[in-house]
């Protein structure tokens, strides 16, 4: 039997058996068929969206993805569901011949394959197709042609119907008498006018028939020239351009007018004009110029938009705001000029809630000309047309930079002074455990000779001493532990740190320091302390250029004013020095500049940094009555500005230490007030092992109770600030009345000592920090008992 086929195409046969692609092959290709194959459904779907066949001939069982699924997936794809496809299977089923053909299918061929079969079906759907896509082409060019034709009809018809309402709306413009119409010779004589002009002059039509109405008459003398201009464009053209002037009414008043003109014959000679009265708009346009001279006059940005964030209305005070003078942003992307890419979706909500409610008000990152960022408190009006459609956006913008740095100085001071206290309680807690433990490891040195338990005691009594220095430096961030205040020169003290970092970081970092050559002032503080302060912000700038940079620290005088002081609320007004440790490294982002100075905040990796250092840094400088700001941009640097109080001190004093050896007691009664037992118990351990006799209480109501029994034979009170029921404060309070000659040692674990001077009386010999060892304590026990 003998197959024709209908034009060279392409056929997509999909199997995963070779013989079966290798005997279609054959047979297809023999009968003048383009053959393409494919052994898997992903294949063929790819295949039939990259070059779509005229048909598919396909497997139904294959692995993977079978025939029925590779079907679906291509009758869902727009680029090949009008692909005719035949299923080729062994499936006797008619449920499955059924699924089949909902999926899309046009037919099934029934395995072994019949090759006249196969010939006849495919011939029969390709000539089906063939046919369909001919009709189809023959249906859509018929719709065309009747299209084309009922265009064309409406068209004529359009035209026609505008004709008529030109006219239409000609007579009613003339009738309407809103806008004055006038039919004129060139010479000057008005012929013919409608009531709206007559109104607008001051005449009536009596002398309008007279001929004694001339518009050349009518017209002020500096006009006259404008009416020759428009007459030499009128001549040849036919039209003149609408222009504006004035007329004399009857009464002698004038009125502004625009007018325009076009000649009503070939012979030239006759006009009609079209006068629209201006006298409305005038006084509309002088009251918008001095609402507009009112808008220069505020401080706020006021702008107007139109719906293509074109901008179209800029007033003074955002030229001096942004830095733009009017002419230069007019027509411009507002995007564009006022904020960055990375910004911009903080607009998106701005857009949603302008068109929900027409208005919107929140606050904006912006730039400025020079690229300075700026916080403004922005609003949004939606402003409609006279068919109340969206026309425009009026925004008024309020600079709030300060305000908001102000605010975050505030917040940020706010949560330090959260952590300082939460962070005092915890030092508290701790010095109080690290007390018993310190001075128990330095008794038991004494009762354990042998070398390995000397090496544990030794072990012991350096990690408490780690954690007591922890438990300081918590206590410099939380309250500012107060050292000994000297006269310091600040050029000594920086030349000191340069000389150390020289040394000691990598040649890859360039050290600099910048100082005036004379009249800096001088400072009052602790020079330790201040010395710890400038060498944690120069490791943090090392640690800051892994790959090297350069290191300045630099020094000036600066006198913080009242405008200062109000912006930053940390600053008092009067004499400062701020020493500068700048770097040239990473940077910090903004995202975390803020907590920079929070304890156990750290960037660094685990190991390598405590996140006390900043925490403690800030401590110290609050204690001397100081601040600190950073100035950071991410992969340009860092600046910490530290500013001091300036003092005119010159004087400078050295400390110098003690190293007198300890005395034993000799049997005086030391009396222990703690509410901690484990502290109680080791300190008169302690104290009984050096030879003094010891009386213990837990809270203020039994010292109380004690001392008024062994008044006479107690030498010195050691006495806890903090316990339960009465705490140290009261409880000295009371055993000065008892007794005004009373020695008392202060002890605690918060409190610092400048702080325990100010509240209690001359019965405070000295203070005791926690945790303290048995050297201090038995050396300040000393110091007291020699006090008369």
């Known amino acids: 039997m003998n197959f024709n086929t209908i034009e060279k195409t392409v056929i997509l046969v999909v199997d995963d058996t070779p013989i079966n692609l290798e005997v279609l092959l054959d047979l297809l290709e023999e009968s003048d068929f383009k053959v393409v194959v494919a052994e898997d459904g992903e294949s063929a779907m790819e295949m039939a ?390 001075m128990a490891a330095q008794l038991l040195e004494s009762k354990l000779p042998d070398k390995q338990s000397q090496q544990w005691l030794s072990i012991l009594e350096t990690n408490v001493k780690r954690a007591a220095d922890l438990v300081k430096q918590v206590l410099l961030f939380s309250r500012g532990v107060a050292g000994k205040h000297i006269p310091l020169e600040v050029a000594y003290l920086i030349k000191e740190i340069e000389k150390i970092v020289q040394q000691t970081f990598s040649r890859a970092i360039k050290i600099r320091s910048e100082l005036p050559t004379q009249n800096l002032w001088m400072i009052s503080g602790d020079l330790t302390q201040l010395h710890q302060v400038l060498m944690n912000l120069c490791v943090n700038a090392r640690d800051a250029m892994p790959d090297g940079g350069t290191l300045q620290i630099s020094a000036r005088n600066f006198w913080v004013d009242a405008h200062y002081a109000q912006m930053n609320i940390e600053a008092k007004v009067g004499p400062y020095i701020v020493i500068t440790v700048s770097d040239t490294g990473m940077g910090i982002s903004k995202e975390i500049i803020d907590r920079v100075f929070e304890p156990f905040f750290t960037t660094k990796e685990l190991g390598k940094g405590t996140g006390l250092g900043l925490s403690t840094a800030i401590g110290i400088i609050k204690s001397h009555g100081g601040f600190v700001q950073v100035l950071s941009k991410v992969g340009q640097g860092t600046q910490f500005q530290v500013y001091l109080p300036a003092t005119p001190t010159t004087k400078i004093d050295c400390p110098s230490d003690n190293h007198d050896e300890l005395p034993r007691g000799h049997g005086e009664l030391i009396f222990v007030v703690d509410d901690e037992d484990s502290i109680r118990n080791i300190t008169k351990t302690l104290l009984e092992t050096y030879g003094y006799q010891v009386l213990v209480a837990g809270d203020g109501i039994e010292a109380i109770a004690l001392y008024t029994q062994h008044q006479d034979k107690i030498s010195v009170v050691l006495m806890d600030m903090m316990m339960p029921n009465i705490d140290g404060p009261t409880t000295i309070g009371i055993l000065q009345k008892l007794n005004p000659q009373v020695k008392i040692i202060a002890i605690s674990g918060l409190v610092s000592n400048h702080k325990i001077g100010q509240f209690l009386g001359n019965s405070v010999k000295t203070f005791l920090p926690k945790p303290y060892t048995s050297d201090e304590l038995l050396r300040n026990l000393q110091l007291v008992l020699s006090i008369d």
């Not at 230069?328 to 910004?343: A, P, Q, S, W």
């Not at 922005?378 to 425009?392: A, I």
């Not at 001071?413 to 939460?422: A, D, I, P, Y």
């Open 49 to 438: 969206e990259y070059a779509p066949p005229s048909l598919i001939l396909l497997d139904v069982l294959m692995p993977g993805i079978d025939g029925f699924e590779t079907c679906r997936r291509l009758k869902a794809n727009s680029a090949t569901q009008d692909i005719p496809v035949i299923f080729m299977t062994a499936l006797t089923e008619k449920v499955d011949k059924v699924k089949g053909l909902n999926l899309g299918a046009v037919d099934y061929i029934t395995k072994p394959l019949e090759h006249e079969e196969v010939l006849a079906r495919v011939n029969i759907h390709l000539r089906l197709r063939h046919l369909t896509k001919r009709l189809t082409e023959q249906n859509e060019r018929l719709q065309q042609e009747i299209s084309e034709r009922k265009r064309a009809q409406e068209e004529r018809e359009q035209a026609f119907t505008a004709l008529r309402q030109s006219e239409a709306r000609f007579r009613r413009l003339v009738e309407s008498n809103i806008i004055g119409i006038i039919c004129t010779d060139l010479n000057g004589t008005i012929t013919d006018a409608n009531d709206a002009f007559l109104q607008m002059v001051g005449y009536d039509r009596v002398e309008l028939l007279k001929g004694d109405l001339r518009w050349d008459e009518m017209t002020p003398l500096e006009y006259r020239g404008l009416d020759e201009r428009a007459i030499t464009e009128l001549i040849p053209s036919g039209v003149c351009t609408p222009y504006e002037k004035e007329f004399i009414r009857s009464d002698g008043t004038r009125v502004p007018i625009m007018i325009g003109g076009a000649l009503l014959e070939e012979s030239q000679q006759s006009a009609v004009g079209f006068v629209l009265d201006l006298s409305d708009r005038k006084i509309a346009e002088q009251k918008i110029r001095e609402q507009a001279a009112l808008l220069d006059i505020t401080t706020d940005a006021i702008l107007v938009q139109d719906l293509n964030k074109q901008i179209r209305f800029w007033n003074e005070g955002a030229e001096r705001l942004y830095g733009w003078k009017a002419p230069e942003v007019m027509g411009k992307d507002i995007h564009e000029l006022l904020y960055r890419r990375e910004t911009l979706d903080q607009l998106e909500q701005s857009w949603k809630s302008l068109a929900e409610c027409g208005s919107w008000q929140s606050e904006l990152y912006q730039f400025t000309k020079e690229g300075k960022e700026i916080i403004v408190a922005s609003r949004w009006t939606l402003v409609r047309d006279e068919n109340g459609q969206p026309k425009s956006i009026l925004t008024v913008n309020t600079d709030i930079t300060e305000k908001k740095q102000l605010e975050a100085q505030f917040l940020r001071t706010q949560r330090m002074e959260s952590l300082g206290t939460l962070a005092s309680g915890i030092a508290h807690d701790l010095n109080n455990a690290l007390t018993p433990m310190m």
